[in-house]
């Protein structure tokens, strides 16, 4: 009975960081489509997206499996749920072989290029800003 109330527990906590993760990408998408729609355009909503999730997940995982103690449903709702919905490879997949097929190269080369290393870089930063988050705090502590 145990393990059926954890799996429905996981279940909902992604579920629920799901929708509201969907809704966010959407709606950002949605800010950014009009230069999309214009003549093709750059996907800028996409690279935003994704690189902010890159950041915002390793910040998160960082804090929560490292320095701070949270549910582990909320763990899972917010990095597998919120996170998981909010960024999107399969798009950046799409988008990359239309800017192709557009002959739009440069483009491309600048998609492809921002997206794969700035997303690292944006992972790197994530984990670094919560580790310097996390000394200022336990040195702030100490002082007290």
């Known amino acids: 009975m145990e393990r059926i109330w954890t799996l429905t527990m996981n279940y909902l906590s992604v579920a629920l960081?799901?929708?509201i993760g969907a809704i966010l990408r959407y709606e950002i998408g949605q800010f950014f489509l009009p230069a999309v729609q214009e003549g093709g355009g750059f996907p800028w909503g996409t690279l935003m997206i994704n690189l902010t999730g890159c950041f915002a997940l390793s910040l998160f995982l960082t804090l929560t499996l490292e320095f701070i103690s949270v549910d582990p449903n909320i763990r899972l709702g917010v990095s597998t749920g919120f996170l998981g919905a909010y960024t999107t490879f399969s798009t950046f997949a799409l988008?990359?072989?239309k800017l192709l097929q557009q002959t739009?190269?440069?483009?491309?080369?600048?998609?492809?290029?921002s997206s794969v290393f700035l997303g690292i870089a944006m992972s790197a930063f994530g984990l670094f800003?919560?580790?310097?988050?996390?000394?200022?705090q336990r040195g702030k502590a100490s002082a007290s």
């Open 129 to 136: 800003t919560a580790r310097t988050l996390a000394n200022y």
């Open 17 to 19: 960081g799901g929708f």
């Open 104 to 113: 739009q190269y440069w483009d491309f080369g600048i998609y492809l290029f």
């Open 95 to 97: 988008e990359s072989i």
